[in-house]
């Protein structure tokens, strides 16, 4: 409270003083939410790493399997038909062997016998030395010699298949040659090229190749599958190293999918953060504004029991003053009046001393009757007036002209119709006419302005003359403030209340070297009890 008695409040002081305002709080609890939203979208991040990890690993396992499997398949297909061409050149090399002991054979007979069981040629070896073959020169181009009772080879570059056999009727050797081709292209489409080729042609796989290091490349020692995410994030890939057996099997898996997967994520993420720091923001916001609201209702509430405790101090002290002031006042009035028209031993002097006393008792007893004004509380009793009439009147009353001061009067339409108390209305404009000639006594300008608006009425009156200082101009509403020398501070404050009572506003200021006073009033409905 300041030593006039008005109550002066910092909102924003009176805002930050709670322990923690309600928009602050909203500000942690959405804080509390984002950074909750953050690490649950780090914890669905790492989920769905590990758990596209796992089911890569599974595929790993898959394609493991697999590969092992036709790997054995293949080897077990090779064993198998080695064993039914090898049963089968036994055969045909035992029956050689038989029909040679009864008669033997001649080069046309082994050739003809040859082509009808499919063979590529029949050699027999006498115990002489000396060779009987189905084709010229073939053992020449591939010498095989009967190094023990059996024996089984593959000729790779020649693409044959051979049995070499002791004879068991008759001493030598039978060699028999069985071409491999169809058996090489079968070996191929059940083998591991063509499992390759079917694994490379798999959605999703990019490549796989065989490391036939072995499962120790790098000095790792594999025993299971090492998987890792690779490449940029618009064409990721996973790299797999997958031992099997004596070999590592690397594949390359498109990861489009995780891509994916993390960018959904990620615009999940963006746009809940989003939605959540905007609503925090904006909840923030309206609570800040709504709080802020209702502080200043509380500080206008605050100041106005501040006023209304004023007025009462005003009251009790005017009513005090009119008790015991003017009481003795009027008996002093009363008799110096007698004493100037009973008494005839005045002389001029003594009559002129007695005349500026009773002038001075006049201006005393006029002070009490403002202080009594103003201490009471102004009930408007309003009617339609017509403002521009209102103020014309006042001006024709106190005649500024006949004192060298120019009025002007400006109106944006006419006639101004407005619902005011015309006698309250009527002491504010005379109060602040009369101002405006005392602070030009050797003549001036008044200019009045009246904006009529659809729902208010704007007064403006502006004069030169002599003005109040920058930091004097604020206090001039204030009660007992003046820089008159005769003043007493009340008709301001006073014409201030008799707006306020009407619903209206009242403001001074200094504007292009003029004292400016603006009036803001409804036009109906604005008149306050």
């Known amino acids: ?75 077990e297909s090779q064993k198998i038909t080695d064993q039914i061409v090898k049963t089968h050149l036994r055969n045909i090399a035992s029956f050689i062997d038989y029909l040679d002991s009864f008669e033997p054979f001649s080069p046309q007979e082994l050739e003809l016998f040859a082509r009808r069981t499919g063979l590529y040629g029949i050699a027999i070896i006498r115990p002489n030395g000396k060779i009987v073959t189905s084709v010229r020169e073939w053992l020449e181009k591939f010498p095989y010699t009967c190094n023990s009772k059996e024996s089984f080879s593959r000729d ?30 079968l070996q191929a489409q059940i083998g591991l090229s063509s499992v390759m080729k079917a694994l490379r042609d798999v959605k999703g796989v990019i490549s796989i190749e065989i490391d036939r290091v072995g499962a120790s490349v790098n000095g790792t020692g594999l025993q299971s599958p090492e998987i890792e995410i690779q ?28 891509r994916d997967s993390m960018n959904r994520l990620w615009r999940n993420f963006f746009l809940i953060s989003l939605f959540i720091l905007l609503g925090g923001a904006i909840l923030s916001y309206w609570l800040y504004k709504k709080q802020r609201q209702e502080m200043r209702r509380a500080v206008l509430i605050e100041k106005a029991m501040s006023r209304q405790r004023e007025d009462a101090m005003i009251g009790r002290a005017a009513a005090t003053i009119a008790h015991e002031v003017r009481n003795p006042l009027n008996a002093v009035h009363m008799g110096l009046q007698r004493l100037l028209l009973e008494s005839d031993s005045l002389d001029e002097s003594e009559k002129r001393l007695l005349k500026l006393s009773l002038t001075s008792i006049r201006q005393a007893n006029s002070i009490i009757s403002n202080l009594l004004e103003f201490s009471r509380p102004i009930s408007p009793k309003v009617k339609d007036v017509i ?65 009529d608006m659809p729902q208010r009425v704007i007064i403006r009156m502006r004069n030169g003359g002599i003005m109040p200082k920058e930091n004097q101009v604020e206090r001039l509403l204030e009660p007992y403030f003046t820089t008159k020398i005769k003043g007493t501070g009340i008709g301001l404050p006073y014409s201030k209340r008799i707006v306020s009572a009407h619903g209206g506003q009242m403001d001074v200021q200094l504007k292009d070297g003029a004292f400016e006073v603006e009036i803001t009033i409804p036009k109906v409905g604005g008149i306050q009890s």
């Not at 409270?1 to 942690?28: H, Q």
């Not at 020649?158 to 169809?182: M, N, Q």
Request: aromatic fraction near 8%; glycine fraction near 4%; charged fraction near 25%.
């Open 1 to 75: 409270m300041e030593e006039d008695g008005t109550v002066t409040v910092d909102i924003d002081n009176f805002l930050t003083d709670r322990s923690i305002p309600l928009w602050k709080a909203n500000i942690i609890v959405f804080s509390c939410l984002f950074i909750m939203v953050l690490v649950l979208f780090f914890l669905q991040v790492e989920q769905t790493r590990r758990a596209f990890l796992q089911d890569q690993m599974a595929h790993a396992q898959i394609l493991s399997n697999v590969f092992k499997l036709h790997v054995r398949n293949a080897v």
């Open 156 to 185: 790779h570059d020649a693409h044959l298949l051979i049995l070499s056999k002791k004879g068991r009727y008759s001493e030598g050797c039978i060699v028999c040659a069985l071409p491999s081709t169809d058996f090489e292209r």
């Open 231 to 258: 490449g940029k994030t618009n064409s990721p890939y996973v790299t797999m190293s997958i031992p099997v057996e004596n070999k590592v099997l690397k594949v390359i898996l498109d990861a489009s999918r995780y």
């Open 387 to 451: 403002l521009d009439k209102l103020l014309e009147e006042v001006i024709y009353v106190l005649g500024p002209e006949q004192r060298g001061i120019e009025v002007k009067f400006t109106y944006n339409r006419r006639p101004v119709k407005i619902s005011i108390d015309p006698e309250l209305m009527r002491q504010v404009f005379l109060n602040l006419v009369k101002n405006a000639i005392e602070a030009q006594s050797n003549g001036g300008y008044l200019d009045i302005i009246v904006e």
